[in-house]
């Protein structure tokens, strides 16, 4: 049986770009957006100047941080 992840043709569809769409994707402001990202608290990265994040990657990071508050580890 082959357990190979299937890779999609593009993420395009996974990608946000700029502070804008990770903002909106999250239900935050810009501003906060950026200020987390200063902190390094949320997962992204920069290719050139400019920012992105996935969606897949913010939903597993909101996921770890549900487990962490559950389990008292804020």
Not at 13 to 28: C, H, S, V, Y
Not at 51 to 73: C, P, V
């Amino acid at each position: 049986m082959d357990q190979r992840t299937e890779i999609p043709d593009t993420i395009d569809g996974d990608l946000l770009r700029g502070a804008d769409e990770i903002a909106r994707f999250l239900g935050l402001n810009k501003r906060a957006i950026y200020h987390a990202i200063e902190r390094g608290r949320i997962p992204h990265f920069r290719f050139g100047a400019n920012l992105y994040a996935r969606r897949s990657s913010l939903l597993a990071w909101i996921e770890k941080q549900e487990q962490r508050h559950a389990q008292g580890k804020d």
